[in-house]
């Protein structure tokens, strides 16, 4: 019985983790439905900031930042007027969005 179990414990491990490596890479193949681009690598490199203290003065984790930077990530209206606030820059400045977006 217990051979039994530990057998359907491991299937059930596979199937979960084929699972979720397809979400994965079905995520990463998807086209951007939206793509925005960003100068805060620029705007961090100007004003002496690395992503940790951009991070804590946004209030946001560190990968959030990495990942705005990468263009992985649209950040929310919040964060974007939070990030603009401490660069003294208008947003629309900071984060462009495709023309054919809007």
Do not use: H, W
């Amino acid at each position: 019985m217990t051979t039994i179990f530990i057998f359907l414990t491991n299937i059930i491990v596979i199937l979960n983790t084929i699972d979720y490596n397809m979400n994965i890479r079905i995520s990463k193949n998807k086209e951007r439905s939206c793509i925005v681009k960003s100068r805060l690598k620029e705007l961090r490199a100007r004003d002496g900031y690395n992503q940790t203290q951009l991070a804590k003065l946004a209030n946001v984790s560190r990968q959030t930042i990495s990942l705005i930077e990468r263009e992985e990530y649209m950040p929310s209206l919040l964060i974007a007027v939070r990030i603009s606030r401490i660069f003294n820059e208008p947003v629309e400045s900071i984060f462009i969005f495709d023309e054919g977006e809007l």
